[in-house]
């Protein structure tokens, strides 16, 4: 599974991600390495993993980015964020560079860095402005305001982000992002199909079954079951919606099924749906115990 993520070509995002994989399964050396690549494509304006018209991809490198001790490089991206990166009225971060659209991915890919970066208002207010552009009913769209539908993925990254983001900096566990997080999972987990996965946009069934949704809520039940915001009973869901992706992992190691790279329109493979895996399968793994 690890060597098949290692394997793959990674935009600034999937490099983010397979970091975290590697941090979560203790290869601080992978890690550190991933992280020395995102700091060698670093834009001049300080976001990581290379220059494109993406405004936020980069910082989710920015946690391996930190552990690596690359402060100053963490710091860049960190100004950038806080500084430059284009927003909405409302202060929202927007996606893309020159446009307003608010992404539900943002979420994953600036959250988690600013509550390890001690940015604690930022990370809430960043939660809180996604929630109003693209929240109804506990399920979120995609894109506001050009793709309303209700991925999957999108709403997996939401609920990723925050798990992850609490996990980093315990003291936000004092705001309503565990209890937002909470909501998302309840809003979608209904949505399920009867092999335990997802479609690509939860509530129509007319599009393709996907099995990367279901490792993100995972790893986001597991986490938040283990960290103490989600009742146990969400563990067992977290082992039961892992289970179902693991049915679609083939003999290279490959999760299949997944919102497919590099368009994300399409069941096939991507960096994100290994790393995926991988986190939501160290999620699972019980804590060894105290001596």
Wanted: charged content about 20%; overall charge negative.
């Amino acid at each position: 599974m690890l060597d098949a993520l290692l394997a793959m070509q990674r935009q600034s995002w999937e490099q983010g991600v397979a970091s975290q994989a590697a941090l979560d399964l203790g290869r601080d050396d992978l890690a550190h390495l991933m992280a020395e690549s995102a700091v060698a494509r670093q834009a001049p304006d300080g976001r990581l993993g290379g220059p494109d018209d993406n405004a936020v991809n980069g910082a989710a490198c920015g946690e391996a980015v930190v552990r690596a001790g690359f402060t100053d490089a963490a710091r860049r991206q960190l100004d950038f964020l806080l500084g430059a990166a284009p927003r909405t009225t409302d202060g929202t971060i927007c996606h893309v560079l020159g446009s307003s659209q608010v992404w539900a991915d943002t979420v994953y890919m600036v959250v988690p860095f600013l509550a390890l970066s001690g940015e604690l208002d930022e990370a809430v207010r960043q939660v809180h402005g996604h929630r109003r552009h693209l929240c109804r009913d506990g399920l979120y769209s995609a894109i506001s305001p050009v793709r309303p539908a209700h991925w999957g993925g999108g709403n997996g990254w939401v609920v990723a982000g925050i798990a992850r983001a609490v996990r980093l900096a315990p003291a936000l566990l004092e705001t309503d992002l565990p209890a937002h997080a909470r909501e998302v999972l309840d809003a979608c987990l209904p949505l399920r199909r009867p092999d335990g996965l997802f479609h690509d946009v939860l509530d129509d069934p007319a599009t393709f079954r996907e099995s990367n949704a279901a490792q993100m809520f995972a790893y986001a039940a597991l986490t938040g079951a283990t960290d103490g915001w989600l009742p146990p009973e969400y563990a067992t869901l977290g082992h039961d919606l892992l289970a179902a992706a693991t049915a679609e992992v083939d003999n290279h190691g490959l999760v299949q099924n997944a919102c497919g790279t590099p368009t994300f329109d399409h069941p096939g493979t991507s960096p994100e749906a290994q790393a995926f895996h991988l986190l939501a399968t160290v999620a699972a793994t019980p804590p060894p115990p105290h001596p």
